[in-house]
């Protein structure tokens, strides 16, 4: 069992940056890759970034690409997601899920933060 718990959110202007955090209880953390994920309003869940065990692969959405930064601390059992130049197109309640693999349905979610960007 692997419990997650996001922080970091909040409210910012367009242009603005957050880096959100993700802590993970379980000693196993290393062991799985980590991703985040977002949901706004009337969407559905989509993936944002999401990185390797090891932190030596991730992969971004096309949105994110450029702008947001995805790294991990196995020592510290978390994940970040670094945003930069955020839009009010970002809005959304931001998950970390941890899964077996990248690209995997997560096993375990987060119970989100959330991030507004005001225009």
């Known amino acids: 069992q692997v419990q997650l718990v996001e922080s970091g959110g909040g409210l910012v202007q367009a242009g603005g940056s957050l880096r959100l955090s993700c802590a993970a209880s379980a000693r196993t953390f290393s062991t799985y890759a980590m991703g985040w994920f977002r949901q706004a309003p009337g969407k559905e869940r989509e993936i944002v970034a999401s990185?390797?065990?090891?932190?030596?692969?991730?992969y971004y959405a096309e949105s994110a690409k450029g702008r947001f930064t995805i790294s991990r601390d196995n020592a510290k059992n978390t994940v970040y997601l670094q945003m930069n130049s955020l839009k009010p197109e970002d809005t959304a309640l931001y998950y970390c899920?941890?899964?077996?693999?990248?690209?995997?349905?997560?096993?375990?979610w987060g119970q989100g933060t959330q991030v507004t960007v005001s225009s």
């Open positions: 899920g941890a899964s077996r693999q990248m690209g995997w349905v997560p096993l375990y």
């Open positions: 990185i390797s065990w090891s932190g030596g692969s991730t």
